[in-house]
C-alpha cells in the first residue's frame, strides 16, 4: 500500500508558469521605456530593466536567469544602476532604493504610450524614496 503526497496550495505551487511557457513580449512597451528617465536617478540613456523577484501581492512569479520575465515587469534604468542591481540580491537593492519596482512596472504598463503619465509614476516613485 503506498501514500500520495499532496503539496500545499500555497501562491506560487499553482502558478502554471514553467520554463516551457512562453514569455510575454511587448516590443512596443519597451520602445517606450527606453524613452523614460531612470527610475532611480532621473537620468535619461536607459534600459528597460526586467525585475526578477516574485511576489504574490503584485502577481509576479520568480524568474530565474534561464528565463527572462515577461516585458510588463520593466522600469527604466541608467545602465550603471542596472548593472548594480543585477550585481548584489535584487530584492535587497530595491529595499536599499526604497522603492517597490513591481507597482512601478505594472502601473508604466498601464499608462504605456503616454509619456507624462509616466513621468509623474517615476517622479512620485523618486519622492517617495526621499520620505
Known sequence: ????????????????????????????????????????????????CHVRYGDP??????????????DCWVVPMIREEHDKQHGMSEPLFWKQQGIDPL?????LYAVSGDEEAAKRILTVARVRKRI
Open 57 to 70: 501581492v503584485h502577481r509576479k512569479p520568480k524568474t530565474g536567469k534561464a528565463r527572462k520575465p515577461d
Open 103 to 107: 507597482a512601478v512596472a505594472r502601473d
Open 1 to 48: 500500500m503506498g501514500f500520495r503526497f499532496l503539496p500545499p496550495k500555497t501562491a506560487f505551487s499553482l502558478d502554471p508558469s514553467s520554463k516551457v511557457t512562453k514569455q510575454m513580449k511587448d516590443e512596443g512597451h519597451l520602445a517606450f521605456v527606453r524613452k523614460l528617465p531612470c527610475l532611480i536617478t532621473g537620468r535619461y540613456g536607459v534600459d528597460p
